[in-house]
């Protein structure tokens, strides 16, 4: 069952690629039919991504009929062409997306039928919950507020993460006797990766938002309105999930390790990452502190999010040892 596992993982790893690959592709011609149609003033369709709302289409396009150069002979220009083979991309590549995601909780379906407990335990195992997290988190947003022209950002930290896990020795070991705590290491841990993995939507939102400005710099992308919704939604959903995380790391700490907060550098980290997405939600909701530093804000936290788990590699603690 192990190998089978290892084989469910790769092979979402493999439609990850393509899956990224093609919002790459999507969002590129997606851009590029844009600048087709808008400068001659002639047509200004809404596609997948473009935004929400009632104006807004969810994966689809609409063919028009305007003359002027770069017309055709059935009615429809050379940018409504573009769109409807963008459209089908578009939809070729969230299909691959819901692939890959599928296939990898396969893969930690079964090893946590392996090893009896959540498929998390060390760094390999936390890697691919991880990039997991990620993917299910862009998708759910993505199915409310048809922001796939974005996609490439969750979708490519989710990939670098399945990348990492690959450089991990994927055996399975007995755990450290302080982490052989079956039901507080999976819900502990699954608050983690859901978390993080819509904490990494908040992220590729808030840096649309910056590009976009709240001119609307480039109409491919969705409003700038849209992407404050996103990236608040995603925290309103990640925050109390992390706190959560916290509230049971403490427990846990106090069971394992006899005190309920010691300062580690895992526990400071996670701590300063709350407190980080504590203020942009007190931003957002104060007029002054709202768009671009909200935006700016998600930015950092995310960083601080990557500190939290890449941190225990290169700082001494309690959790270093753990792979955790």
Not at 309 to 321: C, P
Request: aromatic share 12%; glycine share 14%.
């Amino acid at each position: 069952m192990a190998t089978m596992s290892e084989y469910l993982f790769i092979s979402g790893a493999i439609l990850l690629v393509l899956g990224f690959a093609l919002h790459v592709a999507h969002t590129t011609l997606l851009a590029q039919g844009r600048a087709a149609v808008a400068p001659g003033g002639l047509a200004r369709l809404r596609l997948a991504g473009a935004g929400a709302g009632a104006g807004s289409l969810a994966g689809g396009s609409i063919d028009v009929a305007v003359g002027g150069p770069g017309g055709r002979a059935d009615g429809r220009t050379d940018g409504s062409v573009r769109a409807i083979g963008e459209s089908r991309l578009a939809g070729l590549a969230i299909g691959l997306a819901w692939a890959a995601w599928a296939l990898v909780g396969l893969s930690m379906l079964t090893r946590a039928v392996i090893v009896g407990r959540g498929p998390w335990g060390n760094m390999y195992e936390f890697s691919i919950a991880f990039a997991f997290g990620i993917m299910g988190g862009y998708l759910f947003l993505e199915r409310r507020y048809a922001i796939r022209s974005i996609g490439f950002l969750p979708l490519g930290a989710a990939l670098f993460l399945a990348g990492y896990a690959r450089t991990l020795p994927a055996t399975i070991e007995p755990l450290v006797p302080a982490l052989d705590n079956a039901p507080l290491l999976t819900i502990h841990v699954a608050m983690a990766m859901i978390s993080y993995g819509i904490f990494a939507t908040a992220f590729g939102a808030a840096v649309a938002y910056l590009a976009q400005g709240q001119n609307d710099r480039f109409a491919w992308l969705p409003s700038h309105r849209v992407l404050d919704e996103v990236a608040y939604r995603a925290v309103i959903i990640g925050f109390p999930l992390f706190a959560t995380l916290i509230i049971l790391g403490s427990w846990w700490a106090s069971i394992a390790w006899g005190r309920y907060w010691g300062w580690d550098p895992k526990e400071t980290s996670a701590l300063v990452t709350w407190l980080i997405y504590a203020v942009y939600l007190h931003a957002r909701s104060t007029r002054g502190l709202a768009g671009r530093p909200a935006a700016l804000m998600l930015v950092i936290g995310f960083g601080a999010v990557l500190f939290t788990y890449f941190g225990n590699l290169f700082f001494s603690g309690l959790h270093a040892y753990s792979g955790l």
